[in-house]
Every structure is written in structure tokens, then in C-alpha cells.
């Protein structure tokens, strides 16, 4: 067993049983008594886990959709897919590597896998400017959902970005209409699309490639129009009240699907999916088997239809009967 | 009591001061130019209802969905609630949202046209003005009409209706999707400012796209970038001439040329 390190502040019960369970485990001559207390500690444990992540507010899920240990897309590329082919190319500028496209396989099923991916490593992490795609991206995203449209393969979109990046290159290559565009041509591509929000739905950035026949949520993600610094930077004048923001954002998988936004919340293993990979990756896998077939056994114009009208009826207004 | 509805942009008054070069202007002047100062050309923010004014032609204009109205989803709060802003943004501005949407005619060629009042909530996009946009472009879809939409918006999509402002992009730029493959023209005007959600969606996707003199267009804006990458952003950065630059934009066109521009547009695309 590994020693335990801390977690976010609020997973510091779970942190204090892991320390005392750890000395525990390491005593070579333990007796039976303490294996009982072995035993004891474990259940409690788990217990203490599941009180503490029943009760996430708002603004602790967003420290789980942002956990650094937090399976990313590159994470379930190798845990749920057979096989991944990776295709680089956005066809004008370069390689944003805060996108991962190419050819995969669940199980005997090819797909394309379009994601953000974040990094791991503090490398990793610059290189794709943790997570944030530039213009770059949604072009290589939308390149390759063109492709995958040709060759009649289905779309799975994994979203996972605070952001679309904010910089001068990023502007004066149109972040702007790359993200206007990705949404319009996904809108009509003509094959199924599956979209899941692993982490952060950071907004235009998120949406970017959000546009499908189903959309799915981890139970811990947060998906929002504005991240809850931005948006306490603007509405309350300072970052520092952001969670006062994540509560009034209404941006938890339980909101969205209340608000008919998300179609599925697939749920997290204990204690989050950043304790364990294989788990949260299976679970995923499911979702996506299940959800894909039903996809591919529906005619493409009738999956068009529903996708615009899935589209079409968000939002939430007063109509008056007479013009006002 | 009198309410003293104070304009946006042209401030009241007899005379009135160029924010950009500082020149005492009569106001007057100012109106006969569509908002534009004669001494630098700068163009004043103007509402969404001079606007129409200013490109349809008079007595034209038949407003459509005016009686979708905004509702408080989330019963957002921050310092104000959402529902007490709403009333005061409604009460400071005759408007019931930041879009106004409806058909006319541009000399004499019948367009259907939305305009954003950048003065409401910043101009931003929550579900009313995702709706109505949606519906105009329906609308000219089915009446085969060209699409004319006049964006100005700082503040993108609206953050106080959450998810649902965000969803409005992906809903209208779906329409849109639509009335393209139906062979519809859609001219997209940008004025000062189209930044965010507005930006990144029904403003970007014109067939021909047309900007404003110097506006302030992009995604992120220019405080957010500065955060970011900390160094000093180049002399007019996001600006109209920028995006023209960088290939973004067709043309720019000042305000007073703006009605004949598009009648043109729309006569070459035989619509
Ligand atoms: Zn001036």
C-alpha cells in the first residue's frame, strides 16, 4: 500500500483513516487485534468516504472536475478503447495538443474519438496549455468529424477544458469562428455523435465540441456558461467569492440533467473518479456501448431531426399569449 | 413624475464629447450622422431601435416574438437578483430583452433582421434572445427571406441564466446550419462591442460578414487576455481592422453606407 497523501481540504476525514489505516497495514508483526482494527478502519473508511462525497456542494465538485489525479481523455483512449489512431492535422496552422482526435476501437465498434486533453505531467501540461485549445484545435477536431462523416464512423467527443485558450495567436486565428463553426457543422454532421463531459465544461471552449445526439456527464464534472472565478471576478467584483458563484452557476451534472441539458449522469466510483481509473473507465465504456448501438440502429435523417430538436428546445422563457 | 430615459452611447444633452478625440460635438450633428462624430469618425454605440431605424426601410419594420419574454431560471442572485435586474434593465432601456427581431424591408427588398442592444445586460445572449433569434431564422428559412443580424454584445452569453445562455449558441448556430443548406443568405453586421458567446456564434457564421469602423470584436476579451499571457497587447488588437487583417471579416462599413451595402449584397446572391 502506498502512502496516503492529502486530498482537497475537504477529504481530510478520508485522508486521517488512510494515515492510520497505512502505519497499520505496515506493521509486519500485526496481531489479531489488529487486524480487527484493520478490519474496522477499512469499513470506516468507505463509510466516511461516501458521507463525504454524497454531500459535494457546488464548489467542491468543481476541485473534482479539476483533481490533478482526475482520469483524462487520454486516460480512457487507453483504458476503454482497444486501439487508438492518433490524427494530428488541423489541415492550417499546427498541432494543438490540447486535442486529441484519431481513429479508435470499443471493442469491435470504430469509432472517432474527438477530446481535450489536459496533461499530467507539468510538461505535458504546458505543451497544451492545460487543456485550453486554441483555433488550431477546433479545427483538427472538426477535420477529423468531417472524416469520420465520410467513412460513416461514428463521433465520441470527451470535454474536459476550463477554456478555449484567451491569447493574441488565438485570436488572430479566429477562436471566435472555430467555435461558431465546430458547432454548426456538428449540428448536421451526418453520423452519430456521443458527447461526455469527464471534468470541466469550461464553456464556448466546451461546447466547441459539445454538440451530439447524446450528452453525458460524469457525476462530478460541471459544465457552465463561465468558470466561477470568471464569473465572481464580473458579477461580485473578485475572484475571491467564486464559490458564491459555483452555487449560483447551477453547473452540477444533478442541474443540468434537471434542466434536460444532460441526457445521462454516469456515476463516479467512491470517493470520486480520481481513486479509481479502471472503474470509472468501465462505467464510461458501458455508457458508451449501450448509447452507441441505440445510435447506430436509428436512420441518420430521423437522428438529424432529433438532434436539432434536442437543441432547439433549450432554454427557459415566458411566453405572454398576445405580442407584448 | 417624468421617467428620464437616458440614451446609451450619444449621451443627452445639447452638446456631447468624442470619447476618441476628445471634440465638443453638437449633438444634433452627431444624430444627422447616424451616431458617427464628423471631426474622427467614431461610432457611437446606438440602441437596437435607431438601429432599425437606420437600415429598414421607415415605417417598414413589423416586430416578430415580442412576447417571448426572459424568466429566472437558476433565481440567480449576486449583489442584485436576477429577476429585480431584469426589471430595472427593462425599465432603463423600453426593451424587454437585448434582441429585437422582426421582417422589413431594405430598400424595398424584404429581409428578415435582429438586432442586439449591446445596452441590456451588456447585449448578452440568455434564452430570449436565443429564442427569438432562433425563431427569425425559421421564419426566413420557411419565407426564403435573406437573414440580416446586426450583433453588439460585450458580454456574450448571458452568465445569470448558466448553462442555458450557453446552449443558446449551439441552438442558433443549428438554425442557422439550416437555413444554409436551404440556400439562405444571412449578412452578419458586427458593431462595438461582439465579444464571447455572441462572437463565437450566430455573429461569426455570416455568409458575408461586415464590421463596424473600429469595433471591438473577439472571444476572449482584452482584460481576460492580458490576465492570461501578461504582457501588453498590441496597438488595435481586436479590433475591426484586425479581424479584417487576419481574414475574418469582408468588409468594413461605416454606419451611413451600411443600408445600401447590404441591399447590394443581397441583390448579388439574387435574393
Ligand atoms: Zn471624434
Known amino acids: 500500500m502506498e502512502a496516503p497523501t492529502p486530498g482537497l481540504a475537504f477529504e481530510q476525514p478520508i485522508y486521517e483513516i488512510e494515515v492510520r489505516l497505512h502505519e497499520l497495514v505496515r506493521q509486519t508483526d500485526a496481531g489479531p487485534e489488529t487486524q480487527h482494527e484493520i478490519r474496522r478502519l477499512r469499513r470506516e473508511l468507505a463509510e466516511v468516504t461516501r458521507q463525504v462525497y454524497e454531500q459535494l456542494d457546488p464548489w467542491q465538485i468543481v476541485q473534482v472536475a479539476r483533481h490533478k489525479d482526475r482520469p483524462y481523455t487520454a486516460d480512457y483512449l487507453s483504458l476503454v478503447f482497444e486501439e487508438f489512431v492518433e490524427l494530428h492535422g488541423d489541415r492550417h496552422f499546427g498541432d494543438d495538443r490540447a486535442v486529441l482526435a484519431g481513429f479508435a476501437k470499443l471493442d469491435e465498434l470504430q469509432v472517432m474519438v474527438i477530446g481535450h486533453q489536459k496533461g499530467r505531467t507539468y510538461k505535458e501540461r504546458t505543451a497544451c496549455y492545460f487543456g485550453c485549445a486554441h483555433p488550431e484545435g477546433y479545427r483538427k477536431a472538426m477535420a477529423k468529424m468531417r472524416l469520420a462523416a465520410k467513412f460513416h464512423l461514428p463521433v465520441i467527443t470527451f470535454i474536459d477544458t476550463p477554456g478555449a485558450y484567451p491569447g493574441i495567436g488565438a485570436e488572430e486565428r479566429g477562436q471566435a469562428w472555430v467555435i461558431a463553426e465546430s458547432m454548426y457543422e456538428m449540428s448536421r454532421l451526418r453520423t452519430p455523435i456521443l458527447c461526455v463531459v469527464i471534468g470541466e465544461g469550461g464553456s464556448g471552449g466546451a461546447l466547441g465540441i459539445g454538440v451530439g445526439d447524446r450528452i453525458a456527464m460524469l457525476q462530478n464534472a460541471y459544465y457552465s456558461v463561465i468558470s466561477p472565478e470568471g464569473c465572481a471576478g464580473i458579477l461580485w467584483k473578485g475572484h475571491q467569492h467564486a464559490e458564491k458563484a459555483a452555487h449560483a452557476l447551477r453547473f452540477t451534472s444533478r442541474h443540468l440533467q434537471q434542466f434536460g441539458i444532460v441526457d445521462q449522469v454516469i456515476p463516479e466510483p467512491l470517493g470520486g473518479a480520481h481513486r479509481d481509473h479502471h472503474q470509472m473507465a468501465a462505467r464510461v465504456k458501458m455508457y458508451l456501448n449501450k448509447t452507441l448501438r441505440e445510435l447506430l440502429q436509428t436512420p441518420l435523417d430521423q437522428l438529424l431531426e432529433a438532434r436539432y430538436e434536442k437543441f432547439r428546445q433549450m432554454g427557459v422563457f415566458l411566453e405572454s399569449e398576445s405580442p407584448a | ?271
Request: glycine share 10%; with cysteine; charged share 25%.
Open chain 2, 1 to 271: 413624475m417624468t421617467v428620464v430615459r437616458k440614451k446609451r452611447g450619444v449621451p443627452e444633452g445639447l452638446w456631447l464629447r468624442c470619447p476618441s478625440c476628445q471634440s465638443t460635438l453638437f449633438r444634433k450633428v452627431v444624430d444627422q450622422r447616424l451616431g458617427v462624430c464628423p471631426e474622427c469618425e467614431h461610432h457611437f454605440n446606438v440602441s437596437a431601435k435607431e438601429r432599425i431605424r437606420q437600415v429598414l426601410d421607415e415605417g417598414t419594420f413589423e416586430e416578430w416574438d415580442a412576447n417571448v419574454i426572459p424568466a429566472d431560471p437558476l433565481k440567480f442572485a449576486d449583489r442584485k437578483s436576477y429577476a429585480d435586474r431584469l426589471v430595472a434593465e427593462q425599465k432603463r432601456t423600453g426593451l424587454s430583452d437585448a434582441a429585437i427581431t422582426g421582417g422589413g424591408m431594405i430598400r424595398a427588398r424584404r429581409v428578415a433582421l435582429g438586432v442586439t442592444d449591446s445596452a441590456f445586460i451588456m447585449g448578452s445572449m440568455g434564452s430570449v434572445v436565443g429564442e427569438r433569434l432562433a425563431r427569425l431564422i425559421e421564419r426566413a428559412t420557411r419565407q426564403q427571406l435573406p437573414l440580416i443580424i446586426i450583433s453588439g454584445s460585450g458580454g456574450g452569453a448571458r452568465m445569470h441564466e448558466g448553462i442555458l445562455s450557453l446552449m443558446q449558441m449551439a441552438k442558433v448556430s443549428a438554425a442557422l446550419a439550416r437555413y444554409d443548406r436551404a440556400g439562405g443568405l444571412y449578412v452578419s453586421v458586427l458593431t462595438n462591442p461582439t465579444m464571447g458567446g455572441v462572437a463565437a456564434s450566430f455573429a461569426a457564421l455570416g455568409d458575408v460578414v461586415f464590421a463596424e469602423p473600429r469595433a471591438l470584436i473577439g472571444f476572449a476579451g482584452p482584460r481576460t487576455i492580458q490576465a492570461t499571457i501578461r504582457i501588453e497587447l498590441p496597438e488595435g488588437f481586436q479590433t475591426s481592422e484586425f479581424l479584417l487583417e487576419h481574414g475574418y471579416v469582408d468588409r468594413i462599413v461605416p454606419r451611413d453606407k451600411l443600408k445600401s451595402e447590404i441591399a447590394r449584397t443581397i441583390d448579388y446572391c439574387g435574393k
